[in-house]
C-alpha cells in the first residue's frame, strides 16, 4: 500500500490552480472535467510522478464549518516540507502571501503558515 493521491478542500478550483501551480509552484498533472467541477490535481516539479495533490471542490454542506472551525483556531489543513523554511517564506512574501505563523523553530522543527486564498491554512516546515 502506498500513497500516490491526498485532497485539499478548496472553495474555487480555477482559483486554487493559478495559487497552487503561479504562486506555490506545483506543476497541473491532471485536469479532467467532471460535470461542474474538475479532476485536478498538482504535483511538485521536484517529484512530477510522485503523490499528487486533489484539488478538491468544497461544495459537501460539511466542508466550509470544517474548513472555517480549523481556521478560526489556526490550525493547518496540511503541511509541505520545503529545503528552508526563511527563504521560502521570504519568497511567498515577496509574491503576496498572507502569513498567519511567521516561521518559528519548534525543536528540530521550523515552521511557518499561510493562508492559500482558498480556505485553508496551509503549513511549511523543514527540519532544523
Not at 22 to 36: A, I, T, Y
Amino acid at each position: 500500500m502506498k500513497i500516490e493521491l491526498t485532497s485539499i478542500l478548496v472553495d474555487d478550483q480555477e482559483k486554487a490552480l493559478r495559487f497552487y501551480t503561479e504562486v506555490l509552484g506545483f506543476q497541473k498533472k491532471h485536469d479532467v472535467p467532471m460535470g461542474e467541477a474538475r479532476w485536478l490535481t498538482v504535483v511538485s516539479p521536484e517529484s512530477p510522478d510522485g503523490v499528487q495533490l486533489v484539488l478538491e471542490p468544497s461544495g459537501h454542506p460539511a466542508a466550509k464549518p470544517f474548513k472555517d472551525a480549523l481556521v478560526a483556531d489556526g490550525i493547518p489543513f496540511t503541511a509541505f516540507v520545503v529545503d528552508d523554511v526563511a527563504a521560502e517564506h521570504a519568497r511567498l512574501k515577496d509574491l503576496g502571501v498572507q502569513f498567519t505563523q511567521e516561521p518559528v523553530e519548534m525543536g528540530p522543527v521550523v515552521t511557518a503558515v499561510f493562508d492559500d486564498t482558498c480556505g485553508n491554512l496551509i503549513q511549511i516546515q523543514n527540519m532544523a
